[in-house]
């Protein structure tokens, strides 16, 4: 597994503000969306592409569009769905399929409660969105989901992670023989021992949605 912290001045500035206690819910869902946009272009440094012979106004030439079969999008429910239309901004022509995937908070172990993807994922690239790298149970089932429909190269897109949850994402897919690389803002300090990140920014899916 890579790990990708992407270290730019505007990125650590969005992500400071949406740590701040005192962000309301409509600035923490537009800085999202600006910062998965950000996270997003270094996401897609991978994305397969083909040639294309096209004509400019002055003359022929040769350049690149989004190779066949495209590019799978993978919001996890609920918090991933904040993280949507920043990615479809740079990919507006992905497909999405949606994963919904709860934590159990007593023994945080993750289990998928919903799914709305295609059957065979075989030669695709799919982006996972998932704000919270926590324990790295949720991610490490949505990866493990997306490899058995066949999806062969894998990156989640994370506003924060863990070290914690780093470790055992990458034990949980030691055995995976597809590519993950989670590009994330920033690796914080530690999991406290109810499973948030610290310094974190607390609950995402309660601080984008409101507490349901
Ligand atoms: N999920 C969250 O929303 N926040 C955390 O800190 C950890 C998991």
């Known amino acids: 597994m890579r790990l990708h912290v992407v270290n730019h001045p505007l990125v650590s500035h969005k992500l400071t503000v949406l740590r ?45 569009r989004l190779a066949a079969p495209k590019p799978m999008v993978v919001p996890i429910l609920r918090a991933g769905l904040g993280m949507l239309d920043g990615m479809m901004r740079l990919l507006p022509t992905a497909e999405v399929g949606f994963l919904g995937m709860v934590r ?64 055992n994402l990458e034990a949980g897919l030691k055995d995976l023989d597809v590519p993950v690389t989670v590009v994330t803002a920033a690796l914080d300090e530690m999991l406290n021992d109810k499973g948030y990140i610290v310094p974190g920014l607390g609950d995402a899916g309660d601080r984008l949605y409101g507490v349901a």
């Not at 800085?31 to 991978?46: G, K």
């Not at 998932?130 to 089932?141: R, S």
């Open 20 to 64: 701040d206690e005192h962000t309301d819910s409509p600035t923490f869902r537009r800085l999202t969306d600006e910062l998965v946009t950000l996270l997003a272009y270094e996401a897609t440094r991978e994305v397969r592409v083909e040639p294309v012979d096209i004509t400019t106004p002055v003359g022929p030439t040769t350049g690149v």
């Open 104 to 167: 159990n908070e007593e023994t945080l172990a993750a289990s998928t409660y919903a799914e709305r993807l295609p059957e065979d994922l075989s030669g695709r690239q799919c982006y996972v969105l998932d704000p919270m790298l926590a324990t790295g149970g949720t991610l490490a089932a949505a990866i493990q989901f997306l490899t058995h429909r066949g999806a062969d190269d894998i990156t989640a897109i994370c506003l924060l992670a863990a070290p914690e949850g780093v470790e």
